[in-house]
């Protein structure tokens, strides 16, 4: 079958016209940007690529049945271990690097790191930086680790709880990047059958989903930099307004994504 007629062929199965492209640059090995200029090379559709169709029918998210997520122009290993990077997300990397702006050898912590995507990012970004990703789950760490051996960066991953930082030893961190499991367990429940195939710690935070940002604020003045450290979270819908009431963000600037919601609080250590 010619490339054109693949591409035909698999939009039965995907929503977007991109997911159609991801999906058939996987199956044939030709760059996602090039299919164009290759719609008359043939490709045959092997048993394998059938049963990652039969796998996309079946619900599961496209990252997950081709094992890669793009995120910030970085390609992510992704698997069941790891949250799929999400869009909104790049705008905490932005934060972070809008106020490194020209500075040099920074240490880096990164607060859940899942994938390491957030890491990968900043690592890539800027120059000699220092890193650490810490998260709850080791298999999450591995996939991480995958994820900065591919771009030949180096990283400390510490597999410890972020609701018990204070009794780490952590300190003297330029960069504090965060985006925490963010869901109530109420919006979990209620979620697309999408989001169960992704683990359930890396989504839900209990009853109001507010936990981590709570614990982790408090105590951001102890492992922040002097003279423009700074620390951003990434927030759900509607969070920046509840913390707010409850007396949190007072010295954070918010940023909103491209939907105008609240996404993103930054602090910075002056
Ligand atoms: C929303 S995901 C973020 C992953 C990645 N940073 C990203 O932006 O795509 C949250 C991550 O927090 C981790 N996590 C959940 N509870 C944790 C805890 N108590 N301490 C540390 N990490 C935790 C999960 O394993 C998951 O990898």
Known sequence: MKIAEYLNYLQKYFTNRSDVLEFASHTSGIPYSQIPMHLSDNIL?????????????????????????????????VDESVLIPRPETELLVEKALETAAGRKNLRILDICTGSGCVLTALLSKLENAEGVGLDISSDALETALKNLKRYDLKAELLCADALRIDELDLSNFDIITCNPPYLTEQEWSDSPNSLKYEPKNALSAGVDGLLFYKKLMDMIPNICNKNS??????LGLGQYELLKNEGYCEDYSVTKDFQGIKRVISWINL
């Open 45 to 77: 559709i092997t048993d394998e690529t059938k049963s990652k169709l039969d796998r996309v029918k079946s619900g599961e998210p496209l990252a997950y049945v081709i094992n890669n997520k793009n995120f910030y122009g970085f390609d992510i290993y």
């Open 229 to 234: 450290g700074s620390a951003h979270f990434e």
